[in-house]
């Protein structure tokens, strides 16, 4: 009976810390984490025949130095190159800000290790930023995806 009271009046106290821990920031060197699901996007209608395939990948950002782990397959042609673009919002095309090497080949695997800027790694959080591989059969653009929490 005594354990049930002490343990009862705890129990009130227990349970705000506990939400204060879940409401607490992970640590200022916490990663943020990222997923982009890479679908074929034609650049226009007669590219349509040509952008085949899908993809995925994860990111971790890490102060401003972006790591990424991905794979695709079922291209027309051989990956030639992937790229970062940033645009003024989610969904709107801009401009490469980064390029990185993938397999050329129709599948495989890629990782790389890239460093951003403070504005760059800001565009990131706020879902400004997509990766496209471009691949010999659709030279514009093959596969693209938004880099979403």
Same mark, same amino acid.
């Given at each position: 009976m005594a354990a049930h009271r002490l343990f009862g009046s705890c129990l009130p106290l227990f349970a705000?810390?506990?939400?204060?821990?879940? !409401?607490?920031?992970?640590?200022? $060197?916490?990663?943020?984490?990222?997923? %982009?699901?890479?679908t074929p996007v034609p650049i226009e209608a007669s590219t349509a025949a040509k952008t085949k395939?899908? #993809? *995925?990948?994860?990111?971790? !950002?890490?102060?401003?130095? !972006?790591?990424? $782990? #991905?794979?695709?397959?079922g291209l027309q042609g051989p990956a030639t190159v992937a790229h970062l673009f940033e645009g003024a919002a989610t969904g709107?095309?801009?401009?490469?800000?980064?390029?990185?090497? %993938?397999?050329q080949s129709a599948s495989g695997s890629f990782s790389a290790k890239l460093t951003l800027t403070?504005?760059? *790694?800001?565009? !990131?959080?706020?879902?400004?930023?997509?990766?496209?591989?471009?691949?010999?059969?659709a030279p514009d653009g093959n596969l693209w995806g938004w880099l979403l929490r």
């Amino acid at each position: 009976m005594a354990a049930h009271r002490l343990f009862g009046s705890c129990l009130p106290l227990f349970a705000m810390s506990v939400a204060i821990l879940a !409401l607490a920031p992970a640590g200022a $060197n916490a990663a943020d984490a990222f997923k %982009v699901r890479l679908t074929p996007v034609p650049i226009e209608a007669s590219t349509a025949a040509k952008t085949k395939g899908a #993809g *995925s990948a994860t990111a971790s !950002l890490d102060g401003t130095t !972006l790591t990424v $782990n #991905g794979s695709f397959a079922g291209l027309q042609g051989p990956a030639t190159v992937a790229h970062l673009f940033e645009g003024a919002a989610t969904g709107v095309r801009g401009a490469a800000i980064a390029d990185f090497t %993938v397999p050329q080949s129709a599948s495989g695997s890629f990782s790389a290790k890239l460093t951003l800027t403070a504005a760059q *790694s800001e565009s !990131l959080r706020q879902g400004r930023i997509y990766m496209q591989i471009h691949s010999a059969a659709a030279p514009d653009g093959n596969l693209w995806g938004w880099l979403l929490r």
